[in-house]
């Protein structure tokens, strides 16, 4: 069966968890501790990073955007990048957005300083950086909501890769409880059809020792 390494909290880690979960494609999964730069990991994968994902027939692909392109070439039912060109561009630019900007500006500045800093070893988070994302954090629920005001979902009017990648970023912030779903309706609402998807179901089920997620956290009326 197929391996993916991976982090719980890694939003890269849970894209193709939800790629591979929603076609259908059975795998098990390895927590991999990254700070401990195991040496049969590095092997896999020289930059030490999750994901990885090892294929029944040995296949070794490193890094979310290679493995979810590898994946809907050689899986290609249920398309998630769509069935023409500009909407395959429109998918990867938001995919970029997201997997980008959203984690430059919004989740290194609260998972990583609130979370990954500490098994790093990297010291004390910092405030200034956490007061940044949750400064930045605004400006992409209200783009969410902008998005699925034009259309059904994030890039048209089918469910996506895009929706994925928005929704796997967002549900690490829940996990620590700092997204305000209250005040932005119309992304909760995109949230939480996504959130139902059975392909969801295995990262509301996710639990970190010694720290749990809120309560909302599993809740698909939340």
């Known amino acids: 069966m ?58 070794v692909l490193a890094d979310s955007s290679v493995i979810t392109e590898y994946l809907e070439e050689c899986y ?8 023409d060109a500009h909407g395959r561009a429109e998918i990867r630019r938001l995919v970029a957005w997201f997997d980008m900007k959203f984690y430059r500006e919004v989740g290194q500045n609260l998972v990583g300083e609130k979370v990954m800093k500490r098994f790093l070893g990297l010291g004390a988070p910092q405030a200034e950086a956490i007061r940044a994302g949750k400064a930045n954090l605004p400006v992409h629920l209200d783009y969410i909501a902008w998005l699925t005001d034009r259309h059904n979902w994030l890039a048209g009017d089918f469910f996506s890769l895009a929706d994925i990648c928005a929704a796997v970023h967002l549900s690490t912030l829940d996990y ?11 992304a909760k609402d995109w949230y939480a059809r996504i959130k139902s998807r059975p392909s969801f179901r295995s990262l509301l089920a996710d639990h970190i020792p010694g720290m749990p997620p809120p309560k909302h956290y599993a809740n698909l009326d939340f």
């Open 176 to 186: 620590i409880g700092d997204v305000p779903w209250d005040q932005y309706g119309p």
């Open 2 to 59: 197929r391996l993916l390494y991976h982090l719980p909290l890694s939003p890269f880690s849970r894209k193709v968890r939800v790629v591979l979960a929603e076609k259908g494609l059975e795998f098990e999964m390895c927590s991999e501790k990254i700070w401990e730069r195991r040496k049969d990991f590095l092997a896999l994968n020289p930059a030490g990073e999750v994901p990885v994902l090892v294929e029944e027939d040995g296949t």
């Open 76 to 83: 290609p039912d249920p398309a998630l990048l769509g069935p």
